[in-house]
Each structure stands twice: as C-alpha cells, then as structure tokens.
C-alpha cells in the first residue's frame, strides 16, 4: 500500500511540475517577443495583460503545490516516525536518501546527509548486482530475510522487507521496513529449548541426541577426538515408588540430579534417558577420564544422606567412541555395560 502510494505521488507530481514549467517558459517566450515586437497595438496590450495574469495565475499555482507537497511530506513524516518499526528509502546505488525517526535512533542516520548503506545497515551494497536481497526484492516486487546485528553490544534480532519502487518501468529506489522480532526470537528459542528439557528434573532430554550429542560424535570422528558415555540407573527404583509413592520417588529424581550435576562440566551433556535412566556425554574425555567420574558418581549418590526415602546406589555403565561407532551402536554398547553392572550385584561401574 505504501510502495503504491509513493509511486502514485511520484508520477503525478513529476507529470504536473513538468507540465507547469513548460507551460511557463513557453508563455514567458511568448510575452518577451510581444514586448520586443513593434508596433504595440492594443491586441498586442491585451495579449500581453493575459499571458501576464496566466503566468502569475501559474505561479500561485506553483506556489499551492510545492506547499501542498510539503503538507504531504510533513504528514507522511509524521506517519513514519510514529512507527515502531525502522523505515527508510534507498537508492539503487546503495544510499540512504529517507528515514525515519526509528532509524534515526537505530542507525545514526541523518535525514540532511546521505549515508552509504553498507556502512551502517544489517544488509549493504555498493550495486544491485551484489545483493542478493535486491536482487530478489527486483525479481519477485518483494523480499523478505532475517537478519541479528550487535547494536552497542546488544543483539537484535530484525525481519526486513524489501520493496522496489518503479517508476514508468525502472527502479528508482527500495523501501525498506525492519521489524524488531527479539522478543518473538527470544521466546522461540526458550521454546525450543523446552522442548529439549526433561519437565521433571529440567536436565535435557532424549532429544539432544539427535541435535547436541550428534554434533559432537562429528566432531570427535572428523578431528578423531576423544568422546566418552557414562550411563546410570538407580538401583530398586520400583520399590521405591510402590514404598513411598509416586511424589516421592520423583522428588529422588530430582535430588540425583542435583547430587550428579554438581560433578559435572559447563561443556558435558546430561540427559535424562527415560525413567530412572540417565546419560552423561563426555566431550575430551578418554575411558580412564570416564570411568573416573563414573566412580566419582556411584559413590557421591552411595553417600548422599539427602534422598527422602535413605540411601539409595546406582549401577553405571561407561564406553568411549571407537572408529565406525554410531550414536546407535555407542548407546547400545553403554546400555549393556549398565545391565553388566546390575546383574553383577549393583552399586557398581562396568566399562565396555
């Protein structure tokens, strides 16, 4: 609607000041050759009394348009700076020749100067020919990307439209609109980090595998770097449930894993597997480094006096990455060293 109006007001305005001015020097050419031309008959005076009220008829007129033309700047100007979203209008050379208020604040720009794009913008160019979201915006009358900048050491996150504005059939310019979307993004990614969380205990969940855990197999298979697996299962958990209850036996969930998360790593990843079944992923981490804190655990939950129903064991199971392993056949390997371990008498760590 507006990259319509703008096109509308630019034909209609270049049209009439056209018109005018031609119009107006051709009656001053007229006026000067009656004015040099003798005799001076009274036609002639007439003639000239006419031309003479039709020049200064065009004049007021001239002088009602460009006001008119500023009405409809200021408004427009008025319009523009009362929204929230950064507006302003580029050549196609790549220079800011409008802006509004928004993007005054945002991007230090002056309305007075013009301001090379790619200095200040989330997207600049020098031509049409190296921007890709012109260079779409050309093709398709409209384009739409994404883009987060750091503005004075904060991250924003902005939607940006694109719109060209054609003039009797070329480009003489885009209209470009960015809307702040960090809120939006900032609630998608908590989201999607939910998504990724256990409700119960709030450590990740079984879909970190398949995201965080497989980018680090890649990593340890492309830069052959050491990735080791620690599995856990609690020791007569069912008993517990059907002894105390359900409430109870979540509330023991919940404090293994503040008892286990207090002997991890910023960078390892712990995941609650499913029921009582939790996995530790250890990036750098050799066997001897695993088996280490597998160790570290079993005896830090032998020991803890915190659970609400006494002491509670763990039985763990500990594998590293080998060459050709797959997530699959990794979490396969550590699954059966943790059931090696249960059927050797539980509260114990078995490597495989």
Known sequence: MIVDKLNEGFKRGFK??????????????????????KPLSLFKLILIVIIFLVILGFSFFMLYFWRRC????????????????????????????????KACETFNFCREDEVILCERCPFGYK??????LIKRAIK?????????????GKVMHYMVTVTPIVWSGSFIGFIVLLTDITEVKKLQEKLEDLLKR???????????????VSMLLNLAKRYNRNLSFVMLDLDNFKSVNDFYGHEVGDEVLKELVRVVKKRLRSSDVFLRFGGEEFLIVLPETDNEGAMKLAEDVRKAIENHTGFPCGRLTVSVGVTSYREGDTLDSIII???EAMYNSKRRGKNRVTVL
């Not at 009439?16 to 031309?37: E, H, Q, R, Y």
């Not at 256990?198 to 965080?212: H, K």
């Open 127 to 132: 031509s049409i020919d190296n921007c890709d």
């Open 70 to 101: 500023d009405f409809d700047v200021k408004v427009f100007n008025v319009i523009t700076d009362n929204l929230e979203e950064i507006f302003y209008v580029i050549s196609p050379y790549g220079k800011v020749i409008w802006c509004n208020r």
């Open 333 to 335: 390997r550590v699954d």
């Open 140 to 152: 398709d009358g409209f384009a739409r990307d994404y883009f987060c900048l750091n503005l004075r």
């Open 198 to 212: 256990d409700p119960l205990t709030g450590i990740y969940n079984r879909r970190v595998l398949d995201e965080e």
């Open 16 to 37: 009439i000041f056209s018109l005018i001015i031609a119009l107006g020097i051709s009656l001053f050419i007229v006026l000067v050759v009656l004015l040099v031309t």
